[in-house]
């Protein structure tokens, strides 16, 4: 089945640099990456995600990659703030019926100001 | 639109008690999924509905955990009799056929 590993565990930035999260996944059937960020005490929540027919797809801060052939995808946020702080969950899975998601053990990211 | 809601948020039980988690998607979601993160680890799947049948229960850790979906609406997890291990956070998710997963604020079950 599939797996997926997620680096790092723990990130400090300082507010206005770049952060960036990498995962890496096992099966090649996978074609759909989604992150979800979850802030304290509050509910996953999707904030970017991209599909295997594409490499790379951004949203004003935040950008994700992915390299189909290594088997690894990214997030990027540049320009980080305070309120960025927060767990991040990189996942992977077939998008199609029946999309069970495989998620990476997370990432908290910390934004100093 | 309303989102996922979960009930309840937190629940504290005794070791061998029983447990019922309940799950109400999105209107109109015919996906639903649970989902568990123990420990600070990674979320991890459990099962996936489709309406009322079960399409993957493969995540299931073992036949203490029933989870349902009567109708096809809301859905509930029972955990009988609750282990130390099943302590973690529940999630709840639902979705259009290839679509976004919609995440609930999940249930914080703690089994002493």
């Known amino acids: 089945g599939e797996n997926v590993e997620q680096h790092p565990s723990t990130l400090s930035v300082q507010e206005g640099d770049s952060a960036v999260i990498k995962c890496t996944y096992s099966?090649?059937?996978?074609?759909?990456f989604p992150w979800y960020k979850q802030e304290l005490g509050k509910r996953p929540q999707l904030i970017i995600d991209?599909?295997?027919?594409?490499g790379e797809k951004k949203d004003q801060r935040i950008a994700v990659t992915l390299n189909k052939t290594a088997k690894h995808f990214s997030l990027h946020i540049t320009e980080t703030q305070p309120e960025d702080s927060a767990v991040y969950f990189c996942a992977a899975g077939p998008m199609e019926y029946g999309n069970k998601l495989v998620f990476g053990a997370g990432t908290i990211l910390r934004v100093k100001s | 639109e309303a989102g996922v809601t979960q009930f309840p948020s937190h629940s504290v039980i005794e070791k061998g008690q029983t447990v019922t988690l309940r799950c109400d998607p999105i209107?109109?979601?015919?996906?639903l999924y649970w989902y568990r993160r123990v420990m600070g680890k990674e979320i991890k799947f459990l099962l996936h509905f489709v309406k009322e049948s079960k399409q993957d229960e493969s995540g299931m850790p073992n036949n203490r955990f029933l989870a349902e979906r009567t109708g096809g609406t809301y859905s509930t997890l029972k955990v009988q009799p609750a282990e130390l291990e099943d302590s973690g956070v529940y999630f709840c998710?639902?979705?259009?056929?290839?679509?976004?997963?919609?995440f609930g604020p999940g249930t914080r079950l703690t089994v002493l």
């Open positions: 099966d090649s059937a996978s074609n759909y």
């Open positions: 209107s109109g979601h015919d996906n």
């Open positions: 998710a639902s979705s259009l056929p290839n679509n976004e997963q919609f």
């Open positions: 991209i599909r295997s027919n594409v």
